[in-house]
């Protein structure tokens, strides 16, 4: 896993680099958890292009990260979806409090 910060912007990037079961999404809440605390960014975007896989437990991730930067005043939205993630995402309901960014390129543009 991957974790960018843009200062300017307050933009926490996490690019995801691996499947997201129970045991990744421990490793990953207390990675993002950790960072969103030391930055409190106003924007905290996840990066799922090279997810393949995600089950229940990466909707509770989701959700608490979700909760976690809300606390703070930020938002979480998410870039790189998959069709088929993204049907997860539709099922779950999680699309009712995070969006999807279809055009991430000024995101990726200011990668350091």
Known sequence: MK???FIEEKTLLID???EIDHHASEKIRRRVDYEIQRFMPKKVVFNFEMVKFMDSAGI???IGRYKTAKMYGGQVELV???EKIK???EMSGILR???I???NN???CKKI
């Open 16 to 18: 995801i680099t691996e």
């Open 60 to 62: 509770g991730l989701l």
């Open 97 to 99: 409090i995070m969006n």
């Open 80 to 82: 790189n979806v998959s």
């Open 87 to 89: 049907k997860i995402f």
């Open 101 to 103: 960014i279809e055009n």
């Open 106 to 108: 000024e995101i990726f």
């Open 3 to 5: 974790i960018s910060h």
